[in-house]
């Protein structure tokens, strides 16, 4: 299979700076007018502490627990809105993927397609994502080891695309709850490929009884500093201006206003980390 490859993304295969790169954005498109305001902070923000910066927002959340939760504002929609982001400011994008058909449509608005971590195995989804020649960043599975993880990112490579990125996002640690093992970060760094820690994520407390995830954002500096010791080529977390009012994801976000304080904080640990090496 011959796959055409997609541009250079700066911080993930252009990087001269050697920083961590940034994933970051609110969970989903809420609005028409929300994700540039959030993109333009952060851009902002990122300019100033030289983190290459991809922006991130679901344009659909297809994996809910009630029927009733809010989903998106429609999908053609949102990637429009995706679309003008990135006109507008020049940045990259990332967006979530949940079936074979949706990957060659979403890759016409995107420049990195997400692989959610409950499909991290889904071969016929890897391989359509793999297809359309863009960056692939794989989230492991929350019930997976990370050494298992080479198996997802083979069946994308050896689907003729080896622009492909790994997402730790924690592992089930009982029903409500996930751990993160900051090993996963260099077993994953094993398979030659750019490896990201899911900050927010990784402090859900999932399958709550009332049906909407719980989460633990007071540990988020604590997560993302311990991941940038251990040498996480990137970073991914959701950021919200109102994170009470957020639609999706609300309970593990972090608050726009505390975005600089972190980014800078991780900086400092990264040319650390940097001189050990």
Not at 4 to 32: D, K, Y
Not at 68 to 80: N, P, Q
Not at 125 to 152: C, D
Request: net charge negative; hydrophobic share 45%.
């Amino acid at each position: 299979m011959n796959v055409q490859t997609t541009p250079a993304i700066p911080g993930i295969n252009a990087n001269p700076n050697r920083n961590f790169f940034l994933f970051a954005g609110p969970c989903v498109v809420e609005n028409e007018t929300m994700p540039l305001e959030i993109a333009t902070e952060i851009l902002k923000i990122t300019t100033e502490l030289n983190i290459p910066f991809v922006f991130k927002a679901s344009y659909r959340k297809a994996n809910r627990s009630k029927s009733s939760s809010f989903s998106g504002i429609g999908d053609e929609k949102a990637l429009s809105v995706l679309a003008d982001v990135k006109d507008m400011l020049g940045i990259p994008l990332v967006t979530d993927i949940h079936s074979a058909a949706e990957a060659a449509f979403a890759a016409q608005y995107v420049d990195v397609l997400q692989i959610p971590a409950f499909l991290c195995r889904q071969t016929d989804l890897l391989e359509a994502a793999a297809a359309t020649g863009k960056w692939i960043n794989i989230k492991k599975g929350q019930f997976l080891s990370p050494e298992s993880m080479v198996f997802a990112v083979n069946k994308v490579m050896e689907a003729g695309n080896h622009q492909v990125l790994v997402t730790d996002r924690g592992t089930m640690f009982g029903y409500q709850d996930l751990v993160v093992d900051m090993r996963g970060i260099p077993a994953m760094q094993a398979f030659k490929v750019p490896v990201i820690l899911d900050i927010t994520h990784s402090l859900q407390q999932p399958n709550q009884a009332e049906g909407v995830s719980g989460g633990k954002p007071e540990l988020i500096s604590t997560i993302a500093r311990a991941g940038i010791a251990a040498g996480a080529d990137g970073i991914f977390l959701e950021t919200h201006p109102n994170p009470a009012e957020a639609k999706s994801d609300g309970a593990n976000m972090l608050h726009l206003k505390n975005l600089k304080k972190l980014l800078t904080d991780l900086v400092s640990i990264r040319q650390a980390y940097l001189t050990t090496l």
